[in-house]
Every structure is written in C-alpha cells, then in structure tokens.
C-alpha cells in the first residue's frame, strides 16, 4: 500500500524583523520555532504556509523565515496573506503554488487584495483555479482568507469578499476538493457543496471564536495542521497543538 502523502499547514505566524520586537505581546519567532521543532518530529512531506508570515511587511522577516524553513531540511510552498508584501516574498519563492503528487493537485491561490484587511480572488487566481478543475483530479486548496463565514461579525467582514465566484466553479467538480485557510486564528470545519474546508490554529496567537469584536482568546494553545492524502482521493486531517 503507498504510504499517505503528509502536509503540514503553518498560518499566521506575524514575524517581525526586529527580534527583540513583539506582536501583541507575543514572541512570534519563539512560536514559529516551536512550530517548526514539532514539524521536524512529525515529519511531513512538505510544509504549506498560508499567509500573515510577517506582520511588518519587511524583507528581513522574510529573510529570518526562510533560514529558518531551510535549517529545517522539508520541502515547503507559503502564500501570502493580507499583513504580507508578495514581491518581498518573490525574491526568496514563488508566493504561489501548483503541484501534482501521488494523484492530488496541491494549489495556493493568492487571495491578498491590496489595501484591504479582507480578501479578494482575481481573474488570474480564478483562472489558475479553472485550470486545476480541468485536471481531473482529486484537489487541495490553501488560501488565506476563510471563503465561509466564521461566526465572528468582526473576521466575517474581512473574509474572501468574491467567495461566490469560488464556489461557483466548484460545485460540480466530481472529484474529492478539501480546501484549508488561515487568517481566523482558530480551529473550524464545515461542508460546503461536498467540500470539507477547514480553518487551523495560528503559530502566533489566537482570536476568540463567536466574538462581534476582536477578542484575543488567552486560553487556546498554538496549532497546526496535519494533512494525510492517500490515492484515490482517501485523506485525513487533524490539528496538532504545542
């Protein structure tokens, strides 16, 4: 039996260049290492970062994040989300992704909308996304922007604001398609049209569910996701806190 392809999504991490700086208190680099340790240990196939890697837009977070990816020694894809500068992250890795492995199509569709806190898929991002619905093939989505509301009026009203043209194309895709997102800092699941979306912990720091304004949520540990694809479109996930 072929061994399950295995993902591990980090999302919102919010570096800073300055190491000595903070991002609500937190120490995000300590956390992304932590993250990082506990990927080496449940060594995945590859790692997909899915935006909010640096909260001051500076070439040094990028910088300091890619060392640290490569110290690691796995192979990894990372989006932007809507606190990061993609031309800074071109300079290191392509800010988007495509790959084709042991019979799933992996795609990282670029739902950062210049000058807005909310999302936005352009006509190149949903023409990548055609293009992948035209492989035939089981599919994984990751973007940064949740395309389902969340509960929170506050994130709900920064979430992908074109969603309708996303699930449009989707609804009559015959083939398994579970998407992953980032930018709500909590752990969520539901089905949509047949799709399973998921949202995952952030490495840096959690918001609280349910809330009409921003709340920080004190209690919740940092987390990410693990993502188990076997052929035929069979696949398991979870969320592994640390």
Request: net charge negative.
């Amino acid at each position: 039996m072929t061994k399950p392809l295995r993902l591990l999504q980090l999302t919102d991490l919010h570096l800073l260049a300055d190491p000595q700086a903070r991002f609500k208190g937190v120490d995000t680099r300590a956390q992304l290492l932590r993250a990082l340790q506990e990927a080496r240990r449940l060594a995945p196939d590859l790692l997909l970062l899915t935006g909010d890697l640096a909260q001051d837009e500076n070439l040094g977070s990028y910088e300091w994040l890619v060392t640290q990816l490569q110290n690691t020694g796995l192979p990894w894809h990372w989006l932007p989300g809507n606190h990061d500068d993609p031309e800074l992250m071109a300079r290191f890795a392509p800010a988007v992704f495509y790959q084709q492995l042991q019979g799933w199509q992996l795609l990282g569709l670029n739902t950062r909308w210049p000058g807005h806190a909310a999302g936005q898929l352009p006509e190149g991002e949903l023409q990548r996304l055609d293009e992948a619905l035209s492989a035939d093939k089981p599919l994984l989505i990751a973007m940064h922007h949740h395309p389902l509301a969340v509960g929170s009026r506050w994130m709900d009203a920064i979430a992908l604001q074109n969603s309708g043209d996303f699930w449009q194309r989707l609804q009559s895709y015959p083939h398994p398609v579970v998407v992953i997102c980032g930018h709500v800092h909590q752990e969520q699941s539901w089905q949509q049209q047949g799709v399973s979306v998921y949202s995952t912990p952030a490495t840096a720091l959690q918001f609280a569910p349910g809330q009409d304004v921003f709340q920080l949520d004190e209690q919740a540990s940092p987390g990410l996701r693990w993502i188990d694809l076997a052929p035929q479109g069979h696949w398991k996930t979870g969320v592994w806190r640390f």
